[in-house]
């Protein structure tokens, strides 16, 4: 194959994998319900009342009785009351989510250790070699979703395939309790059938370009030639040429080898005065701690990473003590280090946050706030 100058070869599909996709049913809510036998058969949403917001906020997420009523994910508050004003509305406790998260996790950790999780609700696994040494994937994702039933009182759906994106796609596709096979011989028709808007990667604003150009399902995609593809949507464009045909050979990472995470940004106009880059360590610092509670990690390391205008960089770093996922906490320490390691003689033209030294949530107590 040959696009401009470069030659390579074409990726081939490993279909020797397999890999599930869970994802827990309507989980914030579901949680709610399990806790608090009053809700059974209310429609629940997670959002603060509109009443006590004037109006504002938005919904987290809904059971599905409250779906019925066409409340969303993302929907304004006030919408949900207008669409079902009987609603239960319920001002989620993350904290308590991040632990049945973790309780999940380790659900999933008796099966194998290639687990990435995506958020607090899904995750994928890589159980072609695994700890119980089931061959059978489909057989795996039964008693995993049985499990975790069983044991934490909760649905969820799960998509079994050979590579990630398809099993991503299947989980969602009989929900909720439900289990989607797609096999190597199924994949391309089963891509075929797919709305563009599902492809992963497909952004919500570039949806109206590709049915300018026809492409509404996988279908029309797999007309267009590569080259093709890259002129008009650059990598996505070449990214959808292959996993329209099945071709998708990410791996799943295990997230408890992930040694940092960590965020920096540059300046055009470099800083100069100590309140802006204040602003700025306080909006990296949050941006690194949602990242920790997404992940369900908390981190014992704070790394803080300073550019000058001539190019000087320094790291310094500190230990909490005690590992911690919250902002105020590691933007305490963010701050300390730029006040005793910072400088304003020379300007700053990059600044960076980073956490290390994880401990899995699983293995610390976080206290309950149940409401
Ligand atoms: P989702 O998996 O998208 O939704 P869900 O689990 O509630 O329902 P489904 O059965 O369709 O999978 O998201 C997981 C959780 O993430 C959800 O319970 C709440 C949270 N969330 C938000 O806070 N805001 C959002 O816009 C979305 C989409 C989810
Ligand atoms: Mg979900």
Redesign the pocket.
Known sequence: MQYGILRFEEPKPNTSRKILHV???????NIEMRDNPKLANKPVV?AKHPNLTEGRGIV??CNYLAREFGIR??MSSLEAFKRCPHAVFIHGNMQHYVEVSAQIRQIFYQYTELVEPL????AYLDVTENKKGIKSAIKIARLIQQQILDEIGLTC?IGVSYNKFIAKVASDFH??FGMTLVTPDEAVAFLKQLPIEDFYGVGRKSVPTFHQHQIFKGEDLFKWQLDDLIKQFGKMGYSLYFKVRGIHNAPVKNHRERKSIGTETTFSKFLETDSDVLTIFNRLTKKVANKLQEKGLKAQTITIKIRYDDFETLTRQMQLSTPSDQYEECVRVVEHLWQIHGNLERAVRLLGVSVSKFEDLEFSSIPLELE
């Open positions: 994802d827990m049913d309507a989980f914030y809510a997670i987290s997420t994910s993302a958020s607090l609700d899904e759906s929900k909720p």
